[in-house]
């Protein structure tokens, strides 16, 4: 009879080992559940505060042209038409002047290139042996202000004339540049100065103008 009892009640107090156990087990089970959720709110709050990265450029979107940065857009060309201008020339003793008629290419609406190119046409000699006045002059500088020329020149030796020589290039300068319309003054400079006289012989009027 007491083995029975002892046997009972050792079973009793086993049944009830167990028991706390599995309780004592459930209970942490329980009471870990909130930290991971919590650990997971968290985690999502973090991602949330991150910014967004930024997306990487595709490797095969197209990039800019660097050779087209920057460029304008041409300008319009320059009208150019052709022009006969009448050109003044002397002969080997220098007695006079002789005009001739050359096809000039000159700029619409451009006074500075109109009388480059006609300076140009005066310093070639004519084709029948007639002798340039200006063939060994240097052209400076051209200036235009309205119908104003300025024209600063350097004088070699070779290039100055005695007194006849002299008042033809001056006469054949002028001629040939008051055909044009938009020409109504010459000034001629010396190495930048305003001298009293060309190449010494005749005086220099500052301007010339047109008669």
């Given at each position: 009879?007491?083995?029975?009892?002892?046997?009972?009640?050792?079973?009793?107090?086993?049944?009830?080992?167990?028991?706390?156990?599995?309780?004592?087990?459930a209970?942490?089970?329980?009471g870990?559940?909130?930290?991971?959720?919590?650990?997971?709110?968290?985690?999502?709050?973090?991602?949330?505060?991150?910014p967004?990265?930024?997306?990487?450029?595709?490797?095969?979107?197209?990039?800019?042209?660097?050779?087209?940065?920057?460029?304008e857009?041409?300008?319009?060309?320059?009208?150019?038409?052709?022009?006969?201008?009448?050109?003044?020339?002397?002969?080997?003793?220098?007695?006079?002047?002789?005009?001739?008629?050359?096809?000039?290419?000159?700029?619409?609406?451009?006074?500075?290139?109109?009388?480059?190119?006609?300076?140009?046409?005066?310093?070639?000699?004519g084709?029948?042996?007639e002798?340039?006045?200006?063939?060994?002059?240097?052209?400076?500088?051209?200036?235009?202000?309205?119908?104003?020329?300025?024209?600063?020149?350097?004088?070699?030796?070779?290039?100055?004339?005695?007194?006849?020589?002299?008042?033809?290039?001056?006469?054949?300068?002028?001629?040939?540049?008051?055909?044009?319309?938009?020409?109504?003054?010459?000034d001629?400079?010396?190495?930048g100065?305003?001298?009293?006289?060309?190449?010494?012989?005749?005086?220099?009027?500052?301007?010339?103008?047109?008669?």
């Amino acid at each position: 009879m007491k083995r029975r009892m002892g046997a009972s009640y050792l079973l009793c107090t086993m049944l009830a080992a167990s028991m706390l156990l599995a309780a004592c087990g459930a209970r942490s089970d329980v009471g870990s559940e909130p930290d991971a959720v919590t650990a997971a709110g968290n985690e999502q709050a973090t991602n949330e505060q991150q910014p967004a990265q930024p997306q990487e450029q595709e490797a095969d979107q197209p990039l800019p042209d660097k050779a087209n940065v920057g460029e304008e857009a041409p300008q319009d060309a320059i009208e150019e038409t052709k022009t006969p201008v009448n050109v003044y020339f002397t002969d080997e003793e220098q007695t006079g002047l002789s005009e001739r008629t050359r096809e000039l290419v000159l700029p619409a609406n451009d006074s500075k290139s109109k009388v480059e190119a006609a300076f140009k046409a005066l310093q070639q000699d004519g084709d029948n042996g007639e002798v340039s006045l200006w063939k060994h002059a240097e052209l400076l500088s051209i200036a235009v202000d309205g119908q104003a020329v300025t024209l600063d020149i350097h004088l070699p030796d070779e290039a100055r004339f005695g007194a006849p020589g002299e008042a033809l290039a001056i006469e054949s300068l002028t001629k040939t540049l008051f055909q044009f319309d938009d020409v109504d003054a010459i000034d001629i400079l010396i190495d930048g100065e305003k001298a009293d006289s060309l190449m010494g012989h005749e005086m220099l009027d500052h301007p010339i103008v047109k008669p």
